[in-house]
T-cell receptor, first 113, second 111 residues
Framework: NAGVTQTPKFQVLKTGQSMTLQCAQDMNHNSMYWYRQDPGMGLRLIYYSASEGTTDKGEVPNGYNVSRLNKREFSLRLESAAPSQTSVYFC????????????FGQGTRLTVV | KQEVTQIPAALSVPEGENLVLNCSFTDSAIYNLQWFRQDPGKGLTSLLLIQSSQREQTSGRLNASLDKSSGRSTLYIAASQPGDSATYLCAVKGGADGLTFGKGTHLIIQP
C-alpha cells in the first residue's frame, strides 16, 4: 500500500552541489508531477510528465531537470543547488485523464546552505 | 493564468462547531477540484475530489460543494474535533499539466 514514495526525506546541500530526488509510484499511473512548497507561496508545479517518455515544464522549472525513467519512476535533478532552492519538494501521480485524482508523496525537505 | 484563493488564511474554533472553508478560482474551465489536508511536516492527503460536472461530494463529516460558473467551492466540516486541526488546501485541475493550489487555510480546533 505504498502509493507515492520519495527519497530522501531530508537533505542538506552546499551551494553548487548537485543531487537527484527520487520518486516512485506503484499505482500504474500515467502522469507524474514535481511541486515545491514554500512558505507564503503555496505549492507550485516544477515539471510534469503526462505519460511515459514525455516531460514538460511547469510554473517554476528554472534550475531543475527531470527524467521519466519508466512508468513508475520520475526523478528531479538539481545540477547546481542554490539557496533559493531551499524548499519542500513533493512528487505526485495521477491516472492521467483530466478527471483523475492526484496522490502525493510525503515530501523531501531540502536545505541549501 | 489560473489563480486560487482560500479564505480565511487561518481559523481557530472550539471543538464541536460546524465550519466552512472557502476556495475561489479565476478560470472556470476546470476538470475538477480537489481538497487536501496537510499535517505539519507531512505530505498531502486527498479528502475529496469534485468533478466539474458535479455539485458536491461527501465523505463522513466532510462535504465539499462546487459552483463552477461562479468559481467557488466550500468545504464544510461538521462537528469539528481536535484531530481536524491541520492546513486545508484547495486545488483545481485545468488541463494536462498539474494542479493549481491555493495557499491554504490553517485550522485549529480547540479542545
Amino acid at each position: 500500500n505504498a502509493g507515492v514514495t520519495q527519497t530522501p526525506k531530508f537533505q542538506v546541500l552546499k551551494t553548487g552541489q548537485s543531487m537527484t530526488l527520487q520518486c516512485a509510484q506503484d499505482m500504474n499511473h500515467n502522469s507524474m508531477y514535481w511541486y515545491r512548497q514554500d512558505p507564503g507561496m503555496g505549492l507550485r508545479l516544477i515539471y510534469y510528465s503526462a505519460s511515459e517518455g514525455t516531460t514538460d515544464k511547469g510554473e517554476v522549472p528554472n534550475g531543475y531537470n527531470v527524467s521519466r525513467l519508466n512508468k513508475r519512476e520520475f526523478s528531479l535533478r538539481l545540477e547546481s543547488a542554490a539557496p533559493s532552492q531551499t524548499s519542500v519538494y513533493f512528487c505526485a501521480s495521477s491516472e492521467g485523464s483530466g478527471r483523475a485524482e492526484a496522490f502525493f508523496g510525503q515530501g523531501t525537505r531540502l536545505t541549501v546552505v | 493564468k489560473q489563480e486560487v484563493t482560500q479564505i480565511p488564511a487561518a481559523l481557530s474554533v472550539p471543538e464541536g462547531e460546524n465550519l466552512v472553508l472557502n476556495c475561489s478560482f479565476t478560470d472556470s474551465a476546470i476538470y475538477n477540484l480537489q481538497w487536501f489536508r496537510q499535517d505539519p511536516g507531512k505530505g498531502l492527503t486527498s479528502l475529496l475530489l469534485i468533478q466539474s460536472s458535479q455539485r458536491e461530494q461527501t465523505s463522513g463529516r466532510l462535504n465539499a460543494s462546487l459552483d463552477k460558473s461562479s468559481g467557488r467551492s466550500t468545504l464544510y466540516i461538521a462537528a469539528s474535533q481536535p484531530g481536524d486541526s491541520a492546513t486545508y488546501l484547495c486545488a483545481v485541475k485545468g488541463g494536462a499539466d498539474g494542479l493549481t493550489f491555493g495557499k491554504g487555510t490553517h485550522l485549529i480546533i480547540q479542545p
